[in-house]
C-alpha cells in the first residue's frame, strides 16, 4: 500500500508541474495575473507531492518491503538504519527520484522568491522548469519506476553496494544533485531573458543569485566525492580523472565560468552573450553528466546502470534541451553580442581572459572523456584515455588562472587606471609571495633530503612554480580583503582555490609509499617514524566479516603516536570484498595505509603511503564554499540596501 501511495504521489507531481506549465502559458497569453497565481500554487503543490513519494519509498526501506523491486534490489534486513534512508539515492531509480525532487524544489522556489517586476519573464522561467520536471518525471515513470512490484517478494534484499555504505555518500550525492539540478533554474532564466527581449542589465542579477548556489552545492558535493574517494576506495588517490568525476567537473567548470562572466554582465553590453551561453551550457553539461553516470555508456565505479534504453531517452531529452536552446540564442543573440572593446588589464578583460581558460579546460575534459566512447562505437577497439593527458592540460591552464586570480584582486572599479605603473600595484605582494613560496620550498627540500627522497624527474620546479602562484594568490586576496571588506568572500574562494593547487602538487609530486609483507611483531621505519605490527583482529559487522590489522605508529624517540587500523571487509550477501583503509594525519600530511591480502597463514601485505598538505586540499574546498555562501547570505542584502539608496536618489547605478 504505502508503495502505491509513493507512486501516486509521484504521479500527481508530474500532473501539476504539466498543470502549472499550461497555467503560466495562459498567464502570458491572458495578460492575466491570476493564472501567474494558480501556477504558482500548482507549483507548490507539486513539490508538496513529490516530497511524499521520496518520504514513502524511504519507508518502503525503513520497513524492508522486498516486494518493491528497487527495496530488494538495493537493501537487506541487515543493513544499517542510516544506509537504508539514504538507498533511496543509491540506485537507479531513486536517484531520479531524488533529481525530480530536486528539480521541483527549485522550481517551487523560484515560484516563491523569484518574484519580478517583469512577470512574462518569471511566466517563461516557470514554463521552462515545469516542462523539464515533466520531461523528466515521465522518464521516472516510464522507464525507471522505482515503486515497480516484485511479486512474489523476495525474502530477502540483495543489499546495497558495499562502495555506497560509507558516512561520505550521505551528503555527497544530495549536494551534487541539487547542484546539478540548480543550474536549471539559471537555465530557464536565462531563455526566459531572450524570449522576452529583456536587456535591461537586472536579469543579471536575477539570475546569480541562483547560479550561485548551484554552485555552491556542486563544489560542495564535489569536494566530499573526492574524500569520500580517498577515504573509502583504498587507493589513496582523491582525484582519478575518473569519467563520473570528469562529469560533475564539467558543469563546475562553465558554472564557475558563469559566475564570473555574470558579475561584469550586470553593467550594460559587457559580456551579456558570454553569460547567456555559459548558462545554457552548464545546465547541458549537467545533463550529459547524469546521462554519463546512468545510461551504461561508460566503465566506472561511480556507474550504477548498464540499460541502453534509458541512456537514449536520456540522450533525447538532452538533445531537444541543446538543440531548442540553440535555436532560442541563434534568434536573439544580436540583441547581446556587442562588440566588445577592453582597456588593458581591467576587469572584464581578466574575467574574458578566466572564461576563455575554463572554456578550455572544460572542452579538454569533454574530448578525454567521450573520445574513448566514440573510438569504441565507431569500432576502432578499446582505448583508455588517463592521468597524463588531463595533467599535461590542466596544469598551465591552473597556474595561468592562479596569476589572473592574483591580478584581479587590485581592481576595484569598471577600468584601470593605465596610467599608474601596475607593477607598483603587485610589487608588494609579488615580493611576499615569492619568499614565502622559496621558504616553504626550501623546508620541502630538507625534509625530503632527510627522509632520502628522490625527486621525480620536473616535480620540484612545478611545486616551485606552484608554491609561487599559489602564496601570490593568497598574499594578494588578503591584502585586498583588508583593503576592502567587500572582497572578503572572493578572497576566501581564492585562497581556498590556492591552497587546493599548492596541496595537489605536493601530493601528486612528492608523496611517497613504502610495501611491507608483516606478521606479528615485524617493525619497520618510514618517513621519520617507526611501525611495527602487532595482530589481526577478526570482527563481525552488521552486514559483513573484517579482518583488522593493528600497526603501532611511534616517533624517532619510539614515543606512541597512533595506531593504524586498516580493514579487509566481505560483504557477505552480495560476496564482495572491501579494504577500508586508515589514515593518520596532522597539519602537514596524512600517513595512510591499506591492508591487503593474506599472502600465507601468517603474513600480510600493507601499503604504507605519506601525503604532504592533504588535508590542505579539504580545507581548501571549505573556504570555497564558506566564500560563497559570505556572498549569498551578505551580498544580497547588501545589494538590496543599496539599490533602494540609489533609487532614492533618483539615479541608477550597478555595483
Known amino acids: 500500500m504505502i508503495a502505491e501511495l509513493g507512486h501516486g504521489s509521484l504521479i500527481l507531481s508530474i ?87 530536486c528539480l521541483i524544489g527549485w522550481t517551487a522556489l523560484v515560484a516563491k522568491l523569484g518574484k519580478t517586476k517583469n512577470q512574462e519573464f518569471q511566466n517563461w522561467t516557470l514554463i521552462i522548469l515545469t516542462t523539464i520536471s515533466t520531461a523528466i518525471g515521465g522518464y521516472i515513470l516510464f522507464a525507471s519506476n522505482p515503486f515497480i512490484r516484485l511479486l512474489p517478494a523476495a525474502f530477502e534484499g540483495r543489499d546495497l553496494n558495499p562502495m555506497l555504505q560509507d558516512i561520505g555518500l550521505i551528503v555527497h550525492p544530495p549536494l551534487l544533485y541539487l547542484g546539478y539540478v540548480g543550474f536549471a533554474v539559471a537555465f530557464a532564466m536565462s531563455m526566459a531573458t531572450m524570449i522576452t527581449k529583456e536587456n535591461n542589465p537586472k536579469w543579471a542579477e536575477d539570475i546569480r543569485p541562483w547560479a550561485l548556489s548551484s554552485w555552491c552545492f556542486m563544489t560542495a558535493g564535489i569536494v566530499l566525492g573526492a574524500w569520500w574517494a580517498y577515504n573509502e576506495l583504498g587507493w589513496g588517490g582523491w582525484w582519478f580523472w575518473d569519467p ?35 548558462a545554457t551550457f552548464t545546465f547541458c553539461l549537467s545533463i550529459l553528466g547524469t546521462f554519463i553516470v546512468r545510461s551504461g555508456v561508460i566503465t566506472s565505479v561511480h556507474a550504477f546502470a548498464t ?117 607598483h600595484l603587485v610589487k608588494r605582494p609579488l615580493i611576499i609571495s615569492i619568499s614565502i613560496a622559496l621558504l616553504v620550498a626550501g623546508i620541502g627540500t630538507f625534509k625530503a633530503y632527510r627522509t632520502e627522497f628522490q625527486w621525480f624527474e620536473g616535480s620540484y620546479s612545478i611545486i616551485v612554480i606552484a608554491s609561487v602562484l599559489s602564496c601570490w594568490v593568497i598574499v594578494a586576496s588578503i591584502m585586498s580583503a583588508i583593503k576592502d571588506n567587500k572582497k572578503i568572500a572572493m578572497a576566501c574562494a581564492h585562497i581556498g582555490v590556492a591552497l587546493i593547487v599548492i596541496a595537489a602538487s605536493y601530493e601528486g609530486y612528492a608523496s611517497v609509499e613504502t610495501s611491507q609483507k608483516v606478521t606479528n611483531g615485524t617493525q619497520f621505519n618510514f618517513h621519520d617514524h617507526r611501525f611495527e605490527y602487532e ?52 597539519r602537514w600530511g596524512d600517513w595512510y595505509i591499506t591492508l591487503g591480502d593474506k599472502i600465507d597463514n601468517d603474513h600480510y601485505a600493507i601499503r604504507l603511503q605519506y601525503k604532504p598538505l592533504m588535508r590542505w586540499i579539504w580545507y581548501g574546498g571549505g573556504l570555497m564554499v564558506f566564500g560563497a555562501l559570505i556572498t549569498l547570505v551578505f551580498g544580497r542584502a547588501r545589494s538590496k540596501l543599496s539599490l533602494n539608496i540609489k533609487e532614492q536618489k533618483g539615479r541608477w547605478c550597478v555595483e
Open 15 to 101: 500532473v501539476l508541474s504539466l498543470t502549472s506549465a499550461f497555467g503560466s502559458a495562459f498567464a502570458i497569453y491572458k495578460v492575466d495575473s491570476y493564472w501567474a497565481s494558480c501556477s504558482r500554487l500548482l507549483s507548490y503543490l507539486a513539490c508538496v507531492c513529490v516530497t511524499f513519494s521520496v518520504i514513502f519509498l524511504a519507508i518502503c526501506f525503513v520497513i524492508d518491503d522486498f516486494s518493491v523491486l528497487y527495496v530488494a534490489s538495493h537493501s537487506n534486513t541487515h543493513l544499517p538504519f542510516i544506509y537504508k534512508l539514504t538507498a533511496v539515492w543509491g540506485g537507479h531509480e531513486g536517484s531520479f527520484l531524488f533529481w525530480l525532487f
Open 244 to 278: 563520473v568525476e570528469n562529469a560533475s567537473l564539467m558543469p563546475w567548470l562553465t558554472a564557475t565560468a558563469l559566475l564570473h562572466s555574470l558579475k561584469v554582465s550586470k553593467q550594460p553590453n559587457i559580456m551579456s552573450g558570454w553569460s547567456l551561453l555559459l
Open 307 to 423: 540499460d541502453p534504453t534509458r541512456g537514449i531517452i536520456l540522450l533525447s531529452i538532452l538533445s531537444v534541451v541543446m538543440i531548442g536552446s540553440m535555436l532560442v540564442f541563434a534568434y536573439r543573440a544580436g540583441r547581446y553580442i556587442q562588440p566588445m572593446k577592453f582597456e588593458w588589464l581591467s576587469l572584464p578583460m581578466l574575467f574574458f581572459l578566466g572564461n576563455g581558460l575554463f572554456c578550455i579546460a572544460t572542452f579538454s575534459v569533454l574530448l578525454g572523456t567521450l573520445y574513448p566512447m566514440v573510438y569504441q562505437l565507431f569500432g576502432l577497439g578499446n582505448i583508455s584515455v588517463g592521468a597524463p593527458y588531463f595533467n599535461q592540460i590542466f596544469v598551465p591552464i591552473v597556474l595561468l588562472l592562479c596569476i589572473l586570480m592574483g591580478l584581479s584582486s587590485f581592481i576595484h572599479v569598471h577600468r584601470v587606471n593605465v596610467a599608474i605603473p601596475y607593477f
Open 535 to 586: 595482530k589481526t583482529e577478526l570482527l563481525i559487522g552488521p552486514n559483513y566479516t573484517a579482518e583488522r590489522g593493528v600497526i603501532r605508529m611511534s616517533d624517532e624517540q619510539g614515543q606512541l603516536v597512533n595506531y593504524l587500523k586498516p580493514e579487509k571487509r566481505h560483504y557477505t550477501v552480495r560476496s564482495m570484498d572491501m579494504t577500508e583503509p586508515d589514515v593518520y594525519w596532522n
